[in-house]
């Protein structure tokens, strides 16, 4: 019975220390995870800040990128670097320098983030495979190196390729800088003449009808006011001269005086014309015919009468008026 007492009590012992190691492992377990879980916290938290940081960031960089060109022609315009590239021995050599290191630089960091980011999640995930075994230290661990290693892999061999690749650019574009500077001079003066033909000319040739369309219009009216005044001109010396002024009214006494007295006769002769010729239907018509022949007649004849009257006497008048000898003003 003792020996089973020692046993219980050996048993006992080992559980304990075993639920005391658990209890200790999961507090250091939770003790790692407590400061990650505090940045995580405190990054949430902080999200508006980046936010703001972020926008800031990338209207510098668009600011910067923006102006980049207007900077570039105001460095390539330099009197002092032209004259630089002019007294430079070699300048396919400096093309192929100054272009290999900006490609190196662009894409050498460019290879640098991406091989890095792919660095590290490759040992991330690598470092998952023993991770129960080293307690989740092999995450990280396994994240940096792998992270490193990819950043500097990348960076140079992005750097090499946009070294090389650049530099044979650059070197093709300094022995080729009079062909390409040929070339850009013919394109511009084709766009200009292009430009010359649609635009200017269509607008000097609208501009030019215009004109013409509008002193046409100013010497129309001009001449057009000149006849005007030289008609009025015309008219007022007429109306002023004195002889016309007594052959209008010689014209027009004539006209009245005359046929006044061709109306009286041409109404006596055509009523009696109508009445005579009214005698013939008299028996017919019981004596009507006569009266109403005699209304016709010297209507007829009034008309008749006036008429030529008038116009005898308009004229005669008018000539009698105007054939003496001119007035005195």
């Known amino acids: 019975m003792a020996e089973g007492k020692v ?75 032209a004259a630089f590239l002019a007294d430079t021995e070699d300048p396919e050599a400096l093309a192929f320098v100054v272009a290999g290191t900006g490609g190196s630089l662009c894409l050498g960091s460019t290879g640098a983030v991406v091989c890095g980011m792919a660095g590290s999640t490759a040992g991330a995930a690598a470092g998952a495979v023993p991770a129960l075994l080293t307690f989740g230290f092999s995450i990280p661990v396994f994240a940096t190196v792998g992270g490193t290693a990819g950043l500097l892999v990348g960076a140079v061999a992005g750097g090499s390729v946009g070294f090389v690749g650049s530099g044979i650019v650059g070197y093709g574009v300094a022995a080729r800088r009079r062909s390409i500077r040929r070339c850009i001079a013919i394109a511009e003066a084709r766009c200009q003449s292009a430009y010359d033909v649609v635009v200017v000319q269509p607008v000097n040739r609208i501009k030019a009808t215009k004109k013409a369309i509008a002193d046409k219009a100013d010497n129309t009216r001009k001449a057009a006011k000149a006849k005007s005044e030289a008609v009025a001109s015309n ?83 008018g000539a009698a008026g105007g054939g003496g000898p001119p007035h005195p003003p």
């Not at 075993?18 to 790692?32: P, S």
């Not at 902080?46 to 460095?75: E, F, N, Q, W």
């Not at 006044?260 to 009214?278: D, K, L, S």
Request: aromatic share 6%; net charge neutral; charged share 15%.
């Open 7 to 81: 046993l219980v009590a050996t048993e006992a012992d080992l559980m304990g220390k075993l639920d005391k190691a658990e209890v200790e492992l999961f507090t250091f377990v939770n003790e790692l995870w407590e400061p990650f879980r505090k940045f995580m916290g405190a990054a949430w938290e902080a999200r508006g800040k980046l936010a703001h940081d972020a926008s800031t960031h990338a209207v510098l960089v668009y600011k910067a990128v923006a102006a980049m060109p207007h900077r570039s022609v105001k460095v390539i315009s330099d009197p002092k670097l």
């Open 235 to 317: 008219v007022k010396e007429i109306v002023a001269d004195r002889r016309v002024q007594v052959s209008a009214v010689s014209a027009g006494a004539g006209a009245a005086g005359l046929g006044t007295a061709g109306a009286a006769c041409g109404t006596i002769v055509g009523g009696a014309g109508g009445a005579i010729v009214g005698l013939v239907p008299a028996l017919f018509t019981f004596g009507l015919s006569i009266p109403i022949g005699a209304v016709i007649g010297g209507g007829a004849g009034l008309c008749t009468g006036a008429a030529a009257g008038a116009t005898v006497g308009f004229t005669g008048g």
